[in-house]
């Protein structure tokens, strides 16, 4: 997941987000079937997504639990199907080791958990699978996590949960490279909490892994504009947060709007680029 474009100043990875569910909060029930499934991703990759991540529970604030049986359902087919017909890296979006390891069987190679590899067993699945890790922090769960998010400093809370997090999973047995992290943004955090993270995207990076941003369509951007009621209504402010992770730092940018993402960052890396570099390349 290393960034690659040239000339300029290196941009962000951007990963496509890609629902298998039927009530995730931004496009919950467009990308259930299979076959839409697919085409999402495809298009996704055509638009110049770096990552795909997969996902098929939904972690919504308010979300109800799916079962493994039900998640696998979702999830495998589609990843099988892409396997098999492009390179791009998959992740797949879960807490269950279960669904982790039949994900990698299919295919993936990333196990993106928003629950840091908490659940029963999942360190040591991680280590066994030998994939790449995101741990994200969550406060709480989906049921619960936006009820009153109290922190003594999210900034320095954040950043010490997520350190543990990677030593432990470091202890388990997996390559501390293998390991990305992620702040959680709209995970049991408050708008003016959220807008800490962003900005102290640099002291998690300082902790010595690269870190993910997902950002994309979140509330707090609708806190901020009012008039973003519908999450359709909330690229710019998407943007805005992706441009402002690239500036602090972050290796992994992820969107639900790839292409118009892509486009923004290629025109960062250029303004942060040597200005004769293209006429030379």
Same mark, same amino acid.
């Given at each position: 997941?290393?960034?690659?474009?040239?000339?300029?100043?290196?941009?962000?990875?951007?990963?496509?987000?890609?629902?298998?569910?039927?009530?995730?909060?931004?496009?919950?029930?467009?990308?259930?079937?299979?076959?839409? #499934?697919?085409?999402?991703?495809? #298009?996704?990759?055509?638009?110049?997504?770096?990552?795909?991540?997969?996902?098929?529970?939904?972690?919504?604030?308010?979300?109800?639990?799916?079962?493994?049986?039900?998640?696998?359902?979702?999830?495998?087919?589609?990843?099988? +199907?892409?396997?098999?017909?492009?390179?791009?890296?998959?992740?797949?979006?879960?807490?269950?080791? &279960?669904?982790?390891?039949?994900?990698?069987?299919?295919?993936?190679?990333?196990?993106?958990?928003?629950?840091?590899?908490?659940?029963?067993?999942?360190?040591?699945?991680?280590?066994?699978?030998?994939?790449?890790?995101?741990?994200?922090?969550?406060?709480?769960?989906?049921?619960?996590?936006?009820?009153?998010?109290?922190?003594?400093?999210?900034?320095?809370?954040? &950043?010490?949960?997520?350190?543990? @997090?990677?030593?432990?999973?470091?202890?388990?047995?997996?390559?501390?490279?293998?390991?990305?992290?992620?702040?959680?943004?709209?995970?049991?955090?408050?708008?003016?909490?959220?807008? &800490?993270?962003?900005?102290?995207?640099?002291?998690?990076?300082?902790?010595?892994?690269?870190?993910?941003?997902?950002?994309?369509?979140?509330?707090?951007?609708?806190?901020?504009?009012?008039?973003?009621?519908?999450?359709?209504?909330?690229?710019?402010?998407?943007? +805005? +947060?992706?441009? &402002?992770?690239?500036?602090?730092?972050?290796?992994?940018?992820?969107?639900?709007?790839?292409?118009?993402?892509?486009?923004?960052?290629?025109?960062?890396?250029?303004?942060?680029?040597?200005?004769?570099? #293209?006429? @030379?390349?």
């Amino acid at each position: 997941m290393e960034p690659s474009d040239k000339p300029g100043r290196r941009r962000p990875r951007v990963m496509g987000i890609v629902n298998v569910t039927p009530d995730s909060f931004s496009d919950g029930g467009r990308f259930f079937d299979h076959q839409d #499934a697919l085409a999402h991703a495809r #298009a996704l990759i055509a638009a110049g997504a770096d990552i795909l991540d997969i996902g098929g529970e939904s972690t919504r604030p308010g979300a109800e639990p799916t079962s493994d049986i039900e998640e696998l359902r979702r999830v495998i087919p589609t990843i099988q +199907a892409l396997r098999s017909e492009t390179a791009v890296p998959i992740s797949i979006d879960t807490v269950r080791p &279960a669904v982790a390891s039949a994900a990698v069987a299919a295919g993936a190679g990333i196990w993106n958990d928003v629950m840091a590899l908490r659940a029963p067993k999942a360190l040591e699945a991680a280590a066994e699978l030998g994939c790449e890790v995101v741990l994200m922090h969550m406060r709480g769960e989906p049921r619960t996590m936006q009820d009153n998010p109290v922190y003594e400093d999210v900034v320095a809370d954040v &950043a010490e949960f997520l350190s543990r @997090r990677a030593e432990a999973a470091i202890k388990a047995g997996i390559e501390q490279t293998r390991i990305l992290l992620d702040p959680g943004i709209g995970f049991g955090k408050t708008t003016a909490q959220n807008l &800490a993270l962003i900005k102290a995207l640099p002291t998690l990076g300082a902790l010595g892994y690269r870190v993910v941003l997902g950002a994309s369509r979140k509330r707090f951007i609708r806190a901020l504009d009012p008039s973003a009621i519908d999450t359709d209504d909330r690229l710019g402010g998407s943007i +805005a +947060a992706a441009l &402002a992770g690239a500036d602090r730092g972050a290796a992994v940018i992820r969107v639900h709007d790839v292409k118009e993402t892509v486009q923004a960052l290629k025109v960062w890396a250029g303004i942060h680029s040597d200005p004769n570099a #293209a006429e @030379r390349a």
